[in-house]
């Protein structure tokens, strides 16, 4: 018999968003880094042509590349939520969890590369707002002193 998935089962969607809300030793110290990045998708390659980038990840369809990029212009622009302050080791389970849990409740995409000691969690620029409640509803905090104003539309 399969398992219930969260939209399947009112009891068990209520008790996943009454979890991802309760503060737990996962809660983390987030910061906004202060660069604003594009991800692009390069089919077939295996390397980039420059080394103007952040983070590279080769798969068999191809690379993906983080770079950053200027704050204004054509394009997808991203956010980056990083937890340096809570830098944790391989080991600690649930960390990453703990941070796209509540974004992924609040319908928010996310991009992820992870160091060795912490996570860099991409939200689209223009959801950076409601990323930053969410967040900080599921008990995390996040220090928005490199958060950069936006113009209103």
Known sequence: MPSPTRGSDPFLSGRLSILCRVPSPTAQRLGVVPSVFAV?????????????????????????????????????????????????????PGML?????????????????????????????????EAITALESAGHSVDTTHLKPRPTP
């Open 40 to 92: 692009e998708h390069v089919p077939h390659a295996t390397f980039p042509e420059d080394d103007e980038w952040i983070a590279l990840v080769r798969a068999p369809e191809g690379l993906t590349i983080v770079r950053e990029t200027w704050p204004t212009g054509s394009g997808e622009r991203w956010i980056g939520l990083y937890g340096g302050a809570s830098a944790h080791g391989l080991d600690a």
């Open 97 to 129: 969890a703990a941070v796209v849990g509540p974004l992924a409740e609040a319908a928010i995409p996310v991009f992820v590369a992870s160091t060795y000691h912490a996570d860099l969690v991409l939200v689209p620029d223009h959801r950076i707002d």
